[in-house]
């Protein structure tokens, strides 16, 4: 197999459920999207693919060679994993409180009465 083929393997085979997963970040919830939720967005799923390479090069070096070569593989595959996972459930839990954040914020602004005018 070709080294290159074979250090990025796990990579390779983990596209499609990756972009799975970063497609379902980037949609959903659908509102509200805005330039910082847009940049926010590409910033975690940009941090939580090299997070995975980074995982998936040390998991294949650092793997047991007397396991058998099959084991770099499976190493690789679940630190890259792992590490996707990790990064993309923080990037949601921080995402889900600055929202609701934001909701909370704007909800308390538009039941304020204009400025100069006393509440009945």
Do not use: C
């Amino acid at each position: 197999m070709n080294p290159q083929v074979e250090l990025n393997l796990a990579l390779i085979l983990f596209i499609p459920w990756f972009s799975i997963l970063a497609w379902l970040f980037w949609a959903y919830p659908r509102q509200p999207r805005g330039g910082a939720r847009s940049a926010f967005d590409a910033a975690s799923l940009i941090l939580a693919t090299l997070a995975a390479g980074w995982g998936m090069h040390w998991g294949f070096y650092n793997a047991d060679p007397q396991a058998g070569a099959i084991w770099k593989q499976v190493l690789a595959t679940s630190v890259a994993y792992g590490l996707f996972l990790a990064v993309m459930t923080a990037a949601l839990i921080l995402r889900w409180r600055w929202l609701r954040r934001r909701a909370a914020t704007a909800a308390s602004f538009s039941s304020r009465p204009p400025a100069g005018k006393a509440e009945p």
